[in-house]
């Protein structure tokens, strides 16, 4: 089930493909870069939350869009007023998405670890069946 | 089984379809976001000088430019001879391809063969031995885009009909910049030696480099063997190789 938002990345990108929706230009294409990184952290934090039992739908949806309307206003306010502050949001958000991929990663590693252990118990507590004995 | 599982199980799993949907907005934001052929340009200057050297130098893959540039000299080849075959019939189109062939001559979209002068300029060969001195009069020891710049200028005014550039020939839409070590020419690197050939008056193109305080005489003062300057009867110079089409530019419909 894990794969299915990275299928839905692809099929994102697809659309857009699909529909001839032109890259931006300039400097709104370079906002617009700084706020895919928001999305996507907040995409890693969802798919964390959701692996560790702690998803709440409306946090999710509410911080992808507030995320992606902060990183890209601030990188336009330093713009403004000649401050780089699309590094801070590269920074931030940067450290963020190192954190969930790092937690997403002990997640699975962790489920993988029980479901083989579960198997192996399992396994040990099936009866054995019992040799044919010869005449 | 457990009465909890099935409880259970959907409030697992329900974080997958928000989070896909989701990541279709993302994957659909990133494709607006990417950095294409077509708008490339507008964000590269938008880059700070570093990051802007590290995407330069990756900007134009040279076996796969001369690939390109093969198909574009068949393609333009064919053109022409499809251009001429059409022109054999009445005088009015004979007239018309005759100025299509002049123009085209002019935009520098096809090869030019004649007299002219060859320009060579090579890093001084002793830069190495000078490593004790600061970057920047070391720096002075190599050839730099405004060199090359400033002397195609100085050809184009002392009559040049056609110049090229390393064999990178030079139109309208030709451009030089300098990334790390290398030199961009309409966006294909190359390095020192540069060899700028230049079709028409030979005498006149020599006089006008070779000016007291001109444009060679600053690189002579750092090292004469960084210049040298030959005349050569007949060479040929290949076609512009770039992009001709306009995205946005148009020709107006009611011309005067």
Redesign the interface.
């Known amino acids: 089930?894990i794969a299915?938002?990275?299928?839905?990345?692809?099929?994102?990108?697809?659309?857009?493909?699909g529909l001839h929706?032109?890259?931006?230009?300039?400097?709104e294409?370079?906002y617009?870069?700084v706020?895919?990184l928001a999305?996507?952290d907040?995409?890693l934090g969802?798919?964390r939350?959701?692996l560790e039992?702690r998803?709440d739908?409306a946090i999710?949806?509410s911080g992808?869009l507030s995320n992606?309307c902060i990183a890209f206003l601030l990188a336009y306010l330093g713009d403004k007023i000649y401050l780089p502050l699309y590094l801070v949001v590269a920074f931030v958000f940067g450290v963020r998405i190192f954190n969930n991929l790092s937690l997403i990663r002990r997640s699975i590693v962790t489920i993988a670890k029980d479901s083989l252990a579960r198997r192996k118990r399992q396994a040990a507590l099936a009866p054995t069946p019992t040799p044919e004995t010869t005449p | 089984m457990s009465p909890f599982v099935n409880r259970i199980t959907p409030k697992r799993d329900q974080w997958i379809w928000p989070v896909s949907g989701m990541c279709v907005v993302l994957g659909f934001m990133v494709m607006m976001a990417w950095v294409t052929e077509d708008n490339r340009r507008s964000r590269f200057g938008l880059l700070d000088p570093g990051q802007r050297q590290r995407v330069g130098e990756a900007s134009v893959d040279p076996d796969a430019f001369r690939d390109m540039s093969a198909q574009i000299e068949a393609l333009n080849k064919q053109n022409t001879e499809l251009q001429n075959a059409l022109g054999k019939g009445k005088d009015s189109t004979q007239v018309l391809n005759k100025q299509l062939q002049a123009a085209k001559a002019a935009a520098g979209v096809t090869k030019v063969e004649g007299p002219g002068i060859i320009v060579t300029l090579r890093d001084a060969p002793d830069v190495s031995a000078k490593s004790n001195l600061p970057d920047i009069i070391r720096s002075q020891n190599n050839i730099h885009d405004l060199d090359v710049l400033r002397i195609v200028n100085e050809l184009i005014s002392s009559g040049a009909e056609a110049i090229s550039v390393n064999d990178h020939r030079i139109s309208g839409l030709s451009s030089f910049r300098c990334v790390g070590p290398t030199i961009l020419v309409n966006d294909i690197k190359i390095a020192s030696p540069v060899v700028i050939k230049a079709i028409g008056d030979a005498a006149t193109m020599s006089g006008g480099l070779n000016l007291n305080d001109g444009v060679l005489s600053e690189i002579r003062s750092m090292d004469p063997k960084m210049v040298t300057i030959e005349l050569a009867k007949t060479m040929s110079l290949p076609a512009f190789a770039g992009r001709t089409e306009f995205r946005l530019g148009a020709v107006p419909k009611e011309l005067p």
Do not use: E, R, W
């Open positions: 089930m299915v938002p990275f299928i839905a990345l692809i099929i994102g990108a697809l659309l857009a493909f929706i032109q890259p931006l230009h300039g400097i294409g370079q617009l870069a706020a895919c999305g996507l907040t995409v969802g798919i939350g959701g039992d998803f739908n999710f949806v992808f992606i």
